[in-house]
């Protein structure tokens, strides 16, 4: 499962398609964006057309899970399905999609859309004020790369040097004028680690940044 930092519009992997109502007329997918927990799932589109265009309207039914280790099933998906989604079904420390679609030819000329989300992605750690939340910072990125056992290296937090951590996203949020007069921060993260390409490779690759 790919670990979204900073903001991302991705698509993900369906890990249930089902079908209900009397002529099978509604669609149910569940879809897996990240690891978890994200600060947010935003926008939902459907063949990068938003799923709150009018053409959708009745259409379309959205439920978000950010990821938490506490999320619960939806009741909604186990009522549809039958019993083939389950209480059991909770994707803990998984952010996810569940769509419903109602048929409509004319609002799904070409078919199954293909579903993609804007995500916020990973709540990290900053040593500077103790707080976990959304950051895009690289510094911060690469500290909850480091020390996360689940998807990361793995150190222990007690085994960084937190005053480097803390000088490096210090200057990471540093304002830096841009040719149109405005000020940005000067380095940001914004991406996918993959957990198959090995720690070494994704920390490089988040060092990029």
Same mark, same amino acid.
């Given at each position: 499962?790919?670990?979204?930092?900073?903001?991302?519009?991705?698509?993900?992997?369906?890990?249930?398609?089902?079908?209900?109502?009397?002529?099978?007329?509604?669609?149910?997918?569940?879809?897996?964006?990240?690891?978890?927990?994200?600060?947010?799932?935003?926008?939902?589109?459907?063949?990068?057309?938003?799923?709150?265009?009018?053409?959708?309207?009745?259409?379309?039914?959205?439920?978000?899970?950010?990821?938490?280790?506490?999320?619960?099933?939806?009741?909604?998906?186990?009522?549809?399905?039958?019993?083939?989604?389950?209480?059991?079904?909770?994707?803990?420390?998984?952010?996810?999609?569940?769509?419903?679609?109602?048929?409509?030819?004319?609002?799904?000329?070409?078919?199954?859309?293909?579903?993609?989300? +804007?995500? %916020?992605?990973?709540?990290?750690?900053?040593?500077?004020?103790?707080?976990?939340?959304?950051? +895009?910072?690289?510094?911060?990125?690469?500290?909850?790369?480091?020390?996360?056992?689940?998807?990361?290296?793995?150190?222990?937090?007690?085994?960084?040097? +937190?005053?480097?951590?803390? %000088?490096?996203? %210090?200057?990471?949020?540093?304002?830096?004028?841009?040719?149109?007069?405005?000020?940005?921060?000067?380095?940001?993260?914004?991406?996918?680690? %993959?957990? +198959?390409?090995?720690?070494?490779?994704?920390?490089?690759?988040?060092?990029?940044?």
């Amino acid at each position: 499962i790919p670990v979204v930092y900073g903001t991302r519009r991705k698509g993900g992997t369906r890990v249930l398609t089902e079908v209900s109502g009397a002529t099978n007329e509604f669609l149910h997918l569940v879809i897996s964006l990240s690891e978890g927990e994200v600060s947010a799932i935003n926008t939902v589109y459907l063949d990068d057309v938003a799923s709150t265009d009018s053409r959708f309207s009745g259409l379309v039914t959205i439920e978000k899970y950010v990821g938490t280790d506490a999320q619960v099933a939806s009741a909604a998906l186990i009522s549809a399905t039958g019993g083939k989604w389950t209480a059991n079904d909770q994707g803990k420390g998984v952010a996810y999609v569940y769509v419903r679609l109602a048929w409509s030819e004319s609002a799904f000329p070409s078919g199954l859309p293909t579903i993609t989300a +804007d995500v %916020d992605g990973k709540l990290v750690f900053d040593p500077r004020n103790g707080n976990t939340a959304f950051s +895009d910072n690289p510094a911060l990125c690469v500290r909850d790369y480091m020390t996360n056992s689940r998807y990361g290296r793995g150190i222990p937090a007690s085994a960084l040097n +937190d005053h480097s951590f803390k %000088d490096a996203a %210090d200057y990471c949020d540093g304002l830096v004028a841009t040719p149109d007069g405005t000020n940005e921060k000067r380095y940001t993260c914004d991406g996918l680690v %993959d957990p +198959d390409r090995g720690w070494l490779g994704n920390l490089r690759l988040l060092l990029t940044s």
